[in-house]
């Protein structure tokens, strides 16, 4: 065989072996606050992974802190129909681990480096799945709390009279969980009756009935809101350890003569109460520039038939809406919403919800925040430490964290 030919045969091979040891990626994180940032996740792109590391390989890492302890870490690919020639990751996106910024912490430094031994696989804090053994729910968690939401299935009619549930909303669940381990499998397992009743691990006590529940989304015309049905199609695009990323697509509907349709995009990141999404509206040619989104608490008692008491702010922080509701039992929850910049323009309500209204131009994403915490699960005692949680994530994101990345030998 001649030389070229040789080495054309055996380029797949050397491609994918795991890069040399040693080589490395130096990532210094700087927190210009200086606050507290727990869980802080870090993103460092896998372009300057790969620029650094020759042959890097996702399997073939370690992230090592400034106390040389190793860190759990996931590679993303939030492009999956990108295509890579190669076949040994050129199309990946970024390379995600976390980091626990004390008060005062204004600085960290953090190691990546090719190994020769294959990396650990590192326990899962989040998951994101289709459900359609329960009319088409999708769900989502971290260890901190799960959330779902109504698919297509539960929207379809009552054929012949069968008892089928039948469910219209695009409204967003809670779960309220006590454990930080993953939970959706075990308690579509159990089925709706146990998941319903606390044995332990926690449960399902949000009605969300026709409301936003915890953070949906509608078009507000200044006097009403008007919403989409079940979501319609679904795409996951990362599932942890740390990071899970999804899609929900919810068809046209109708507010006054504007026609809209949405596709959310879902980054559920672990140790955080509250996960954020990019909403795309489109509309067709020729029909509104500019959209006024409301993005919504519902009002509707969480717990049924236990008298609560709702205390709602709209001003936690900035951009930011809370909620915060008082049980005989079960304990108390919070939910909140945060619209961060200058799109937030406002509040305002209807008879099922609180709104943070935002101003959303069609084809592009509209980010916001929103999520749940629970009393019993041990954090959130109080309203005055569920809205002081508001507050420092609003904070947060006046003031991200700045990476710079730099080879070393």
């Not at 042959?55 to 400034?66: F, P």
């Not at 993303?76 to 970024?94: F, H, L, R, S, W």
């Not at 079940?230 to 507010?255: C, D, H, M």
């Not at 109460?273 to 509206?281: A, G, I, K, Y």
């Amino acid at each position: 065989m001649k030389t070229s030919a040789l080495l054309a045969a055996l380029a797949p091979l050397l491609l994918a072996s795991p890069a040399p040891a040693g080589t490395g990626l130096a990532v210094t994180v700087s927190n210009p606050s200086g606050m507290a940032r727990p869980a802080e996740t870090i993103e460092v792109p896998w372009s300057r992974v790969a620029q650094a590391v020759p042959g890097a390989l996702m399997h073939h890492l370690v992230v090592v802190d400034q106390a040389g302890a190793s860190l759990p870490y996931q590679v993303i690919n939030v492009a999956p129909e990108a295509k890579d020639p190669t076949g040994v990751g050129v199309a990946y996106g970024d390379l995600v681990f976390q980091h626990d910024f004390a008060p005062g912490e204004r600085s960290a430094t953090f190691t990546i480096r090719g190994i020769e031994e294959l990396s650990p696989v590192f326990p899962a804090r989040v998951f994101a799945r289709f459900v359609p053994e329960r009319y088409d729910d999708f769900a989502w968690e971290n260890d901190k709390v799960a959330h779902r939401t109504y698919g297509p299935a539960l929207a379809a009619p009552d054929v012949g009279g069968t008892g089928k549930e039948v469910n219209t909303s695009s409204g967003i669940d809670v779960w309220c969980k006590r454990v930080n381990y993953l939970i959706v499998d075990r308690w579509y397992n159990k089925g709706h009756d146990h998941y319903h009743r606390d044995e332990g691990e926690g449960m399902d006590m949000y009605n969300v009935g026709a409301s936003r529940g915890c953070g949906g989304t509608g078009i507000w015309d200044g006097r009403s809101l008007a919403v989409s049905g079940n979501f319609q199609g679904w795409k996951v695009i990362a599932n942890g350890p740390i990071r899970a990323v999804f899609e929900l697509t919810y068809a046209e509907w109708t507010s006054g003569s504007v026609r809209v349709s949405e596709t959310k995009r879902y980054t559920v990141d672990a140790g955080h109460n509250l996960d954020q999404v990019d909403s795309t509206f489109a509309v067709p040619a020729g029909d509104a520039a500019i959209l006024t989104v409301g993005i919504g608490l519902g009002k509707i008692s969480p717990d049924r038939g236990q008298d609560p008491k709702f205390f709602y702010s709209a001003d936690a922080a900035p951009g930011a809406i809370s909620l915060w509701v008082e049980h005989k039992t079960h304990g108390s929850l919070g939910t909140a919403v945060i619209v961060p910049g200058d799109s937030f323009i406002g509040t305002a309500e209807d008879r099922l919800n609180y709104l943070a209204l935002a101003r959303a131009t069609p084809g592009r994403p509209l980010r916001f925040y929103a999520g749940a915490g629970w009393s019993k699960a041990g954090e959130f005692k109080t309203r005055e430490a569920w809205e002081g949680y508001v507050a420092a994530w609003a904070a947060r994101l006046r003031s991200p964290v700045e990476v710079a990345c730099a080879p070393v030998p």
